[in-house]
């Protein structure tokens, strides 16, 4: 069973920016769809940005042209730099695969607020 741990939270203000990073075990997480998704308190989980084995991404409206998703093979990473962050971002941030198959476990994510 593939494991992601997720970092790279924390308190910043609006405007400012943040850098994710998920790593995973396992030796297919190369050939894997990986997204980055997020849950507000009430809210249902979203999936917020995707990049295919390949670099491919795709975005959600809510955060195209200001959050960027990239992966490093070598380092079974995957990472979601979040700049112009708006107080609506304030969510937990998780990592997992995305596709047909069923989602590996999900991790303890990573908590981002956004504040002044």
């Known amino acids: 069973q593939v494991q992601v741990v997720e970092s790279g939270g924390g308190l910043v203000q609006p405007g400012g920016s943040l850098r994710l990073s998920c790593a995973a075990s396992g030796s297919i997480f190369s050939i894997t769809t990986m997204g980055w998704h997020r849950q507000a308190p009430g809210k249902q989980r979203e999936l917020v940005a995707t990049?295919?084995?390949?670099?491919?991404?795709n975005y959600a409206d809510s955060v195209k042209g200001r959050f960027t998703i990239s992966r490093d093979n070598a380092k079974n990473t995957v990472y979601l730099q979040m700049n112009s962050l708006k107080p609506e971002d304030t969510a937990e941030y998780y990592c997992n695969r995305v596709g047909p198959l069923p989602t590996w476990a999900w991790g303890q994510g990573t908590q981002v607020t956004v504040s002044s």
């Open positions: 990049i295919t084995s390949s670099g491919i991404s």
